[in-house]
C-alpha cells in the first residue's frame, strides 16, 4: 500500500509489525490458506490444541478443586490475550499473531503452577534441567500430535519467537535461527514483547481478586500498594455505597486500563524516537521498545512485591505448593526408576528416547508426561502409584 501500512486478516498493521509477507515461515512448508493469515493459523492451532484444553486444570495460584472461580491457566492464558489484543490493536501491530503467542505461552507449564515447575526442574537437574517456556516450545514443535504431515502444530517462526521469552545461552546453541537472538542478545518482534507483558499485567492484577476472594490478603493490606489504593480511594469516594465484591471489580478494572494505557503510550514513545521502519530494525533496537513508563513500572513492581510477600507466601498456599512438590517428585522419581509404569504409548517414547541420549532421553519423556498432566490427574496418578487401595 502507498502508505507503506499492510494488511494482516481484515485489519492494517504499521511497517514495524510482524508482516506475513516477511515472516520467517514454519518449520515444514504449508500451502497457504485462501481465507486466513498465516497468524490467523497460529492462534487457531494452539486453540484446537490438547495442550492447551489442559490448561483448563491447571493451576494459576490456586488448586482446581479449592473453588470453581479462581483463575486456571486457561483462563489466565485468555485474559493475557484480551489485554495484549487491545494493545496490539492500538498499536496496529498484528493482533491475531499477539493472541497466538499469548494464547500459548504457557502450554508446557506443569500441573500445581510454579511449585510444580520447580519439583520438576529439580528432578531433570542431572538431565538438563527444566524450564516450562522451552518445554511450551517443544509442545508446539514436538508433543503435539494432530497433522498427518508433521509433528508438532508447526507454527511460524514469529510464534514461536514469542512462545519463548526466556531462554540460556547454552540451550539457545541448540534451537538454531531461534536460538539466535539470546545469542547475540537481539530483541524478538514486538507482538512478543508485548505478549511478554501482558502476562505480567494480567497475573499481577487477577492475583489480587483470587487472593481476595480466597481471604488470604484484605482491602486494608491492598491499600499499602499504591495502584491499588489509588483506585480504591477513587471508587470509594465516587461510589460509597458500592458492594464490597463488586468495589473490587472496579478497582481492579480501573488498575488494568491505567497500565494498559500507559503502555500504549510509552510503546508509542519508544517506538518512535526508535525510528524502526521493520521487524528487522525491532530486533536490531538496544532493547525492549514495549514498555511500561518509569513510575507505573515502579508501582506495578510494588503490587507484584506485595503479592510476593502476603500472596503467594501464605501458609495456605505454602501448604498446597509443599504437597505439589511432592506429588511431582514423586511421581517422577517413580516413573523414571520403572518406565514400565508409564502408559504405553509413554513408555514407547522413553524407550526411544533412552535408546538414542541414555538416560537423559529417558529423563525427558517421563518429564514429558508429568508436564502435560492436569493437576486433578497428577493426584489421580500419585495415588494409583502409591494407595494400594486405589484402582490402576
Known sequence: MSDGIATA??????????????????????????????????????????????????????????????????????E????ARSIARALRLDEDLTEAISLAHDLGHTPFGHAGQDALNECMREYGGFEHNLQSLRVVDEIEERYADFPGLNLTFEAREGILKHCSVNNARSLGELGLRFIERRQPGL??????????????NHDVDDGLRAGLIEIEELREVRLFARHHDAVRAAYPELAARRMVYEVIRRMINEVVLDVIDTSEERIARAGVASIDDVR???GPLIAQSAAVHADHLALKRFLGERLYRHYRVLRMTAKARRVLKELFEALFDDPRLLPEEYADNARAAE???????????????????????????????????ERT
Open 191 to 204: 507482538e512478543a514483547q508485548l505478549a511478554n507483558l501482558a502476562d505480567e499485567i494480567a497475573y499481577n
Open 284 to 286: 536490531a533496537a538496544e
Open 9 to 78: 486478516g481484515v485489519r492494517a498493521v504499521a511497517p514495524y509489525a510482524a508482516r506475513r509477507e516477511t515472516s520467517r515461515g514454519r518449520r515444514y512448508p504449508e500451502p497457504v490458506s485462501e481465507h486466513r493469515s498465516e497468524y490467523q493459523r497460529d492462534r487457531d492451532r494452539v486453540i484446537h490444541s490438547n495442550a492447551f484444553r489442559r490448561l483448563v486444570y491447571k493451576t494459576q495460584v490456586f488448586v482446581n478443586h479449592e473453588g470453581d472461580l479462581y483463575r486456571t491457566r486457561v483462563t489466565h492464558s485468555m
Open 80 to 83: 493475557v490475550a484480551q489485554i
Open 355 to 389: 535408546a538414542e541420549l541414555g538416560k537423559a532421553g529417558r529423563a525427558r519423556a517421563v518429564a514429558d508426561y508429568v508436564a502435560g498432566m492436569t493437576d486433578r490427574f497428577a493426584m489421580l496418578e500419585h495415588r494409583r502409584l502409591f494407595d494400594p487401595g
